[in-house]
């Protein structure tokens, strides 16, 4: 077993907890929490094993196992969980920001693996691998033909660093089958999705999660963006559920001045752990913005309220999920892993963020549906807070505790209501779908334009997105949800830009008409 990290879950969206975590490492060398009372202990290894030996029929005793811890934490709260060990093989991967493969995004087009793009600079991209070729043969396992589960496509890229794949390629463009010898090697899984210049002296800089990589890329972008000039400093924090506290905590130092308090833990024995920035920090003047939604949650809540409690920057958004419960995991010998809440933590002025939890689990991760449902999306107003959870920053602004960050500035979830599905659609994987195979019909049509003769041409005509509407209706989903050409058309672009430029591009043309984006910039 490891039990030397203490993490805070991701919530990836406000119904659904996918069990990332948000890590801070104590010594662990004090591991009486884990010794139970050795009757209570006894009971339950004897039940077991009573079960074992004697049940009549034939049981598997680990799945009684996984129920049972299952059922014991379930007593606890949302956070304290059980995780598989198919679940946290992928978890750990995630966190670690980086696995060893040969470097593409595919999508199972009918029945064959077809190659959106290579990861620039990856081992696909330097044996020669381009968008629109389809992958036949991984060695000699026909992949092709067999309509295999992402799961299984993966056992047969990913491998070994060093190890070889020999793959048979059909590009489709050439009309001829290739063969491909490709070295794995270790491919980046970044949390940084993109630093770019909004204007002359405004950067930008998406974070889409907390992995063990994000602050290091979080500085490869802040510095670039000096470089060109930026002078204030936008961190987008919307739909990032957590991650590592360590992440959040350095990149809280790069903003904050010396001495400044960051955050601080308490524990069930009154243990209080602060972090105070340092000196080092490379963005300490410059004015900074940060954006959340409903969805940002544990790490993305720790760094952005530093900012706020410390009056550093301006909070652009709504309010955020509302989790402040630390926890620490436990792994198990079969790969598994247990998370168990050992602590809160409380942003500078000493409010905990962490929304009620005494209605249930599901009633608390259903609660960001009831933020529709009154109103709270679409006007600042309808924001619920608690006066008795008041506090104050070292200039007098108000902050509240109780459940999660409210902005400073406020900015509704959609223009009008009726919009939020076509959001939620155009931001779902159809989309990248839909253009891929628009782009595999015939991937010259944008040869030779600038992003910005690209995006002139897409806004005249309507072609995609009358494409878009017969592809959802062959795929059963509802056009209603289509209904503004505007902001499906915006998406389409995007993503097309994604797929024909680089990552870079889509959020280039996504920007242009961000609300929150444009608040910040006014």
Known sequence: MNINKIYLPIIICATLSLGIVLGKYFNNSNDDFLV???SSKNKLNKLIDFIDNEYVDDVNTDSIVNITVDNILGQLDPHSVYVPPSEQAQVVENMKGN???IGVNFYMYNDSVAIIKPVENGPSAKAGIKAGDRILYADKTKLFGRKLPSDSLYSYLKGEKGSEV????YRKS????LKLNIIRDVIPLKSVDVSLLLNAKTGYIKINRFAETTYEEFKVGLLKLKKEGAQTLVIDLRDNGGGYMEEAIEIADELLKDKELIVFTKNKKGKV????ATKKGDFETGNVFVLINENSASASEILAGAIQDNDRGTIVGRRSFGKGLVQREMDFDDGSAVRLTVARYYTPTGRSIQKPYTKGNESYFKESESRFANGELYEKDSIKVVDSLKFKTPKGKLVYGGGGIVPDVFVPIALEHGNENTVYLMQSGIVG?????QLDKNRTVFKGLSLEQFVAKMNETDLYFNAFQKF?????????FVKNKAIVKRYLTAELARQFYGESSYYEVILKEDAMIKAVLK
């Open 99 to 101: 696995f060893v493969g």
């Open 166 to 169: 020999s793959l048979t390629i």
């Open 36 to 38: 139970a009372k050795s």
């Open 472 to 480: 959802l209706s062959k795929n059963g989903l509802d056009i209603k």
């Open 273 to 276: 752990d602060k972090t105070y």
């Open 433 to 437: 779908n839909f253009v891929f195979e």
């Open 174 to 177: 050439e009309h001829k089958k």
